[in-house]
């Protein structure tokens, strides 16, 4: 059993940071892959960034590689997400997902992950 809530979000101008973050509860948090997904107006849920939950492999999306960064704090049960140089196509509401499978080759899959936050509403204005 997990639970996530997704904080951080909110609106910022093209060009700025904003940091989100993930607070999970449930004793299997630290041994479970995360991954961070947003869906914009119109348009369907895409993968955004996956950390696994151990050896600090991450993967992120071609769209936000070298922007974003994505990391997790198994002692204080958090996964963030610092975003730099936000443009206006990343406005989206982001949530956060556990994936407790073990498998690192479909973190990038919606499928894949068993639990999901309500997500966090982030605009970024032109």
């Known amino acids: 059993q997990v639970q996530l809530v997704e904080s951080g979000g909110g609106l910022v101008q093209a060009g700025g940071p904003l940091r989100l973050s993930c607070t999970a509860s449930?004793?299997?948090?630290?041994?479970?892959?995360m991954g961070w997904f947003r869906q914009a107006p119109g348009k369907e849920r895409e993968f955004v960034a996956a950390?696994?939950?151990?050896?600090?492999?991450?993967y992120y999306a071609d769209a936000v590689k070298g922007r974003f960064t994505i990391s997790r704090d198994n002692a204080k049960n958090t996964v963030n997400l610092q975003m730099n140089s936000l443009k206006p196509e990343d406005t989206a509401v982001y949530s956060c997902?556990?994936?407790?499978?073990?498998?690192?080759?479909?973190?990038?899959?919606?499928?894949?992950?068993?639990?999901w936050g309500q997500g966090t509403q982030v605009t970024v204005s032109a």
């Open positions: 950390i696994a939950w151990t050896g600090g492999r991450t």
């Open positions: 997902a556990a994936d407790l499978s073990g498998r690192w080759a479909l973190v990038d899959y919606v499928r894949e992950y068993d639990y």
């Open positions: 449930g004793r299997t948090f630290s041994r479970v892959n």
